[in-house]
């Protein structure tokens, strides 16, 4: 394939999913290395911020994903009737916040860490998607395990776990200082990234209004 049949075919797929599409399934379907989609997707996502389209292309952890673009936030939002997404409740962040310092973990070590009853709490994520169960523990009774999602990543503006701030005593999973310091770490990226959050955009989800 030419490189921009390569860009073509990547918009087209990325806009019609409106969900992450792993790189992996791109490079299956085009019948390409890896390489050739990764540059086309740094031409395209550069092609898109240059002109100042109404789209960007963002990174999620090794996936793709077009999304609105953030100055335009409000216009889209107004135009479409669309409340800003609620902040997060303090015990969401709390919850969120050891999940994703933490993953996988299971909800019994995240009650050990916060001394209540998180069942509430892990089922709301999870509806939000904010969360996902990814297998379960190998020990008695075999608990779920839970990790952060796309969602998570795109919420709080990161491409990757890696952005996340590096925490004090981080290897001590039961500091409360850690866990403090996780929690002011993400309300600070959600409260930053809440007036320009980017929002993803489907062809079939738009047919079927």
Do not use: H, W
Not at 121 to 134: M, Y
Not at 192 to 203: D, I, K, M, V, W
Request: with cysteine; net charge negative; aromatic share 6%.
């Amino acid at each position: 394939m030419e490189s921009y049949d390569i860009e073509g075919a990547i918009e087209g797929i990325l806009f019609v999913s409106g969900e992450p599409v792993r790189i992996s399934r791109i490079v299956d379907v085009l019948g390409v290395d890896e390489t050739a989609v990764e540059d086309a997707a740094r031409r395209l996502g550069d092609k898109l911020s240059f002109e100042r389209r109404g789209m960007r292309l963002v990174r999620l952890d090794g996936a793709l994903q077009l999304c609105s673009s953030p100055e335009y936030a409000d216009y889209i939002r107004r135009a479409l009737e669309k409340r800003k997404p609620p902040q997060l409740s303090p015990p969401a962040l709390e919850v969120l916040a050891i999940v994703a310092y933490f993953q996988p973990v299971t909800k019994a070590y995240i009650e050990q860490i916060r001394g209540v009853d998180s069942s509430y709490t892990v089922g709301l994520l999870a509806e939000r998607g904010f969360i996902e169960s990814c297998g379960r523990l190998a020990v008695p009774g075999r608990p779920m395990l839970y990790r952060t999602t796309y969602v998570f990543l795109r919420t709080f503006g990161m491409a990757s776990l890696n952005e996340l701030p590096i925490l004090p005593q981080v290897e001590d999973t039961g500091s409360k200082e850690s866990i403090q310091t996780a929690i002011l770490a993400l309300k600070s990226r959600e409260e930053s990234n809440r007036e320009t959050e980017a929002a993803p955009g489907s062809a079939l989800e738009r047919e079927e209004e």
